[in-house]
C-alpha cells in the first residue's frame, strides 16, 4: 500500500466495526499542486480511505492471515467539496465475513454530518504472506484495546 489514507482507529470491534479518523492536511502528498487557487480533495482520496478503514477491520476479523482485495462497489455517494483542514472521521461495519471474502458498508462524516457513503463493499481474499508483518504494523494506527 503506497499510502495509508487514515490517520488513527479510534474504536475497533473485530467482526463488527471500525471507526477511523483522517485529517486532511495541505502537507498530504495527493494535494500537492491540486487545485492551486482552491485546493480540493480527491473524491477518490476519501473513497479509498474508507475501502482501507473497512480493509483493516477485515484483517483484524482473521487475525491477519489474510489481506483484502477490494472486488466490488454498490451505492456510493462521494463529497463534491472536501478542503485541507477537515476531520474526516470514518465508520465501516462488516455486514458478512468468511474465509473466501466480506462485505461491508461505510460512512464518512465531517463535523458529524455525512459527505460520503460505501452502501456495499465487497472484499476477495488473499492468504497474507507474512501474518505476523501484518499484525506488528497495526498498533502504529492506534489498535484500541
Same mark, same amino acid.
Given at each position: 500500500?503506497?499510502?495509508?489514507?487514515?490517520?488513527?482507529?479510534?474504536?475497533?470491534?473485530?467482526?463488527?466495526?471500525?471507526?477511523?479518523?483522517?485529517?486532511?492536511?495541505?502537507?498530504?502528498?495527493?494535494?500537492?499542486?491540486?487545485?492551486?487557487?482552491?485546493?480540493?480533495?480527491?473524491?477518490?482520496?476519501?473513497?479509498?480511505?474508507?475501502?482501507?478503514?473497512?480493509?483493516? &477491520?477485515?484483517?483484524?476479523?482473521? #487475525?491477519?492471515?489474510?489481506? !483484502?482485495?477490494? %472486488?466490488? @462497489?454498490?451505492?456510493?455517494?462521494?463529497?463534491?467539496?472536501?478542503?485541507?483542514?477537515?476531520?474526516?472521521?470514518?465508520?465501516?461495519?462488516?455486514?458478512?465475513?468468511?474465509?473466501?471474502?466480506?462485505?461491508?458498508?461505510?460512512?464518512?462524516?465531517?463535523?458529524?454530518?455525512?459527505?460520503?457513503? &460505501?452502501?456495499?463493499?465487497?472484499? #476477495?481474499?488473499?492468504?497474507? !504472506?507474512?501474518? %505476523?508483518? @501484518?499484525?506488528?504494523?497495526?498498533?502504529?494506527?492506534?489498535?484500541?484495546?
Amino acid at each position: 500500500m503506497r499510502f495509508l489514507l487514515f490517520d488513527r482507529v479510534t474504536a475497533l470491534e473485530p467482526g463488527r466495526r471500525i471507526e477511523t479518523v483522517k485529517c486532511v492536511s495541505m502537507q498530504d502528498e495527493h494535494l500537492r499542486e491540486h487545485f492551486r487557487r482552491r485546493p480540493l480533495v480527491p473524491a477518490t482520496m476519501v473513497l479509498e480511505a474508507m475501502l482501507q478503514s473497512l480493509g483493516w &477491520l477485515v484483517m483484524k476479523t482473521h #487475525g491477519f492471515r489474510l489481506t !483484502p482485495y477490494f %472486488s466490488m @462497489l454498490e451505492d456510493a455517494t462521494l463529497p463534491s467539496a472536501l478542503e485541507p483542514g477537515e476531520r474526516l472521521d470514518i465508520v465501516g461495519e462488516l455486514v458478512s465475513t468468511n474465509a473466501k471474502g466480506s462485505m461491508g458498508r461505510a460512512e464518512a462524516r465531517v463535523g458529524g454530518k455525512v459527505i460520503a457513503t &460505501l452502501g456495499r463493499v465487497i472484499y #476477495g481474499h488473499f492468504p497474507a !504472506p507474512d501474518p %505476523s508483518a @501484518l499484525r506488528s504494523s497495526f498498533p502504529s494506527y492506534g489498535d484500541p484495546p
